[in-house]
């Protein structure tokens, strides 16, 4: 066959290119980023242990994320701004503490009857965070001081305390009125005022009664930090609120 009756060669026609999907903004969709309910516990675990050394003000959203290991988009989508992830942090064991308070004094309030005791009373109401912090493990312990903390914040301290912790409380010093039905109601609160501050201090285990006492006594020893503080609150509670300390 001579050159010129050899075919003509026609190159193929190219694909047409294929359509680009135009570039989302915002946060990657969950099942790109990795997450999954561990991760948001780290989450929670890493802001919780931080916002218990340094405050609120002393943590930022990306110091959580090198703690928990993440990407700071990542916390921004499981909770948003900085204090969206401190009531997140907060609520998830104050339901705990409270739900089993709450259950501890009831079932004491039938079991006794009119027979209830501000020790009995008082030791049910208690019990349940110390032995959290006894036993709970590190995470417990960061929330406890974390609680401390809070309820001695003079900016948003008394908001939060009350959103996480007054319905428990409020049931506590309904059974003491039981209790001690001369009590008028601002003593009650007073009591219960001196009694909050003693036990955030407490399970905070600062170590200030290590020192005080030149190690006579721990503030880790939470055994007995619990049994001294049933004692206390009763008969600060019996002296504030009885008629004896109206006619003083």
């Not at 001294?228 to 003083?248: H, K, L």
């Amino acid at each position: 066959m001579s050159q010129s009756d050899a075919p003509t060669l026609i190159p193929p026609t190219p694909a047409p290119p294929k359509a680009v999907a135009p570039t989302r903004r915002g946060r990657p969709p969950k099942a790109r980023t990795g997450a999954t309910p561990d991760t948001r516990a780290a989450i929670l675990d890493a802001a919780e242990d931080l916002f218990s050394k340094h405050g609120f003000y002393g943590v930022t959203i990306r110091e959580v994320a090198r703690e928990a290991g993440v990407d700071t988009a990542l916390v921004h989508y499981y909770f948003g701004a900085k204090r969206e992830l401190f009531d997140a942090v907060f609520i998830r064991r104050a339901e705990v503490w409270n739900n089993e308070r709450v259950a501890a004094i009831n079932r004491y309030a039938e079991t006794a009857g009119e027979a209830m005791t501000l020790e009995g009373l008082l030791e049910a109401f208690l019990r349940p965070p110390f032995e959290w912090s006894l036993k709970g493990g590190p995470g417990w312990k960061h929330y406890a001081a974390l609680v401390a903390q809070t309820n001695a914040n003079p900016t948003f301290g008394g908001e939060t305390m009350a959103r996480y912790f007054d319905p428990a409380i409020r049931r506590l010093i309904e059974l003491i009125g039981q209790v001690l039905p001369e009590a008028r109601a601002e003593d009650l609160y007073w009591g219960y005022h001196n009694l909050s501050g003693a036990l955030t201090l407490t399970l905070g285990e600062t170590g200030r009664l290590d020192r005080l006492s030149g190690g006579l006594c721990r503030s880790g020893d939470l055994e007995s930090a619990c049994d001294y503080m049933v004692r206390f609150a009763a008969a600060g509670f019996r002296a504030v609120c009885g008629p004896e300390a109206r006619r003083g």
